[in-house]
């Protein structure tokens, strides 16, 4: 691997090693759940390749990084990866160049900004409010929503909208802020329609929701979340 570099980590314990892996009795140690780099012959829990069958290629990219040969830049093909969030997360491990190393390390009693702030997976640190500092996880995707029937008007022209991203199609409401509050609208503003519509599916692009209010949220589990105020 490199060597030289000093690089500092914030990470969340969220298992034990188990006792029938060698590693238990060797003493302190961690294993980072990086995609791509799980070394077949040690894990387990490899279930990501059946969890997600499409990228399985991506998930066994890097079992052999610097086991087969001690070069750091062979044996890893980021490539392999479809999704833009398995890539970015295999790209950010790979960066350090980690091989086996060891650190100096700090055990908190409380969970620091790094995580309070950042943590981008489900459960949140904070339940129910993820930041928007996890802008990166984005992927582009379809979405279809259960609103009121919508149409769109001329850009730049406010209207009644009550799903942020697109007006409604009832013309009186559209007419002014005192009829769009009489109808029962969201917000009178100009949509967008780039965004994601309230009640529409976020799961894999958890901030590209509307939010023109500042009171949406990307909620739900692991495997289906959807904008809610």
């Known amino acids: 691997g490199y060597e030289g570099d000093t690089s500092t980590l914030v990470l969340k314990g969220t298992n034990v090693c188990p006792d029938g892996n060698p590693m238990y009795r060797a003493g302190a140690h961690f294993d980072i ?84 702030d950042l943590h981008c997976e489900y459960p949140y640190a904070t339940e129910g409010s993820m930041p928007d500092t996890c802008a990166r996880n984005t992927v582009t995707t379809t979405t279809t929503s259960t609103t009121p029937a919508t149409t769109s008007k001329p850009s730049g022209d406010n209207c009644c909208s009550w799903n942020y991203a697109s007006c409604g199609d009832d013309i009186w409401c559209n007419e002014s802020e005192a009829n769009c509050d009489d109808c029962g609208g969201k917000a009178w503003m100009e949509p967008n329609p780039n965004c994601i519509p309230i009640y529409g599916e976020c799961t894999s692009n958890r901030q590209g929701y509307c939010n023109p209010l500042g009171n949406v949220r990307c909620n739900g589990g692991r495997w289906y979340r959807q904008c809610q105020e």
Do not use: Q
């Open 33 to 116: 759940a990086a995609p791509g780099f799980d070394v077949l012959a040690h894990s387990f829990a490899h279930e990501c390749p059946t969890r997600e069958p499409e990228e399985a290629e991506g998930f066994a990219a890097c079992g052999t990084w610097l086991i087969d040969d001690n070069d750091p830049d062979t044996n890893c093909d980021c490539s392999l990866f479809k999704s833009p969030t398995l890539r970015a997360g295999y790209e950010n491990f790979y960066s350090l160049k980690w091989d086996n190393l060891t650190v100096t390390y700090e055990e908190l009693i409380s969970c620091p900004p790094e995580l309070t």
